[in-house]
């Protein structure tokens, strides 16, 4: 997959006392850049629960945190799909300022039923467009 780009502004209810973007909000961000990319594809959040009867979930989520974004930045959050399978997607995330990486992130993501929040296979019509994506 080629990578995909959101531009996010850092407000100031993003930061801490210390003035630097809360650890939890990386999370956020990279959330909106897999939320964005598969909107670019075709796909929004609540169409795959009314049209398909799925969601996607997080199921696991390793952050590195390099260095810190402040108010008032403009950050990129970035992601790419590094594995696909048959319920899950793994991408590779990061957030940056310029040249500078602030966070890195390794996302792995779960298809499940949306009614029963139990693992389920990728529809196959979302599979082939996210495997075009890869």
Do not use: P
């Given at each position: 997959m080629h990578e995909f780009r959101?531009?996010?502004?850092?407000?100031?209810?993003?930061?801490?006392?210390?003035?630097?973007?809360?650890?939890?909000?990386?999370?956020?961000?990279?959330?909106?850049?897999?939320?964005?990319?598969?909107?670019?594809?075709?796909?929004?959040?609540?169409?795959?629960?009314?049209?398909?009867?799925?969601?996607?979930?997080?199921?696991?989520?390793?952050?590195?945190?390099?260095r810190a974004a402040r108010f008032n930045d403009e950050?990129?959050?970035?992601?790419?799909?590094?594995?696909?399978?048959?319920?899950?997607v793994e991408f590779a995330q990061s957030v940056v300022a310029g040249d500078t990486v602030l966070c890195l992130g390794q996302i792995r993501v779960g298809c499940v039923d949306f009614r029963a929040m139990a693992a389920k296979r990728i529809p196959q019509e979302i599979y082939m467009r996210i495997k075009d994506e890869c």
């Open positions: 959101l531009a996010i502004r850092v407000y100031y209810e993003d930061t801490d006392a210390a003035g630097i973007v809360y650890h939890a909000n990386y999370l956020k961000y990279m959330e909106r850049a897999r939320t964005e990319w598969l909107r670019g594809i075709g796909f929004e959040q609540d169409d795959l629960a009314r049209r398909f009867g799925i969601a996607f979930v997080v199921r696991d989520a390793e952050l590195e945190f390099l950050v990129m959050s970035i992601c790419r799909i590094t594995r696909i399978g048959r319920a899950t």
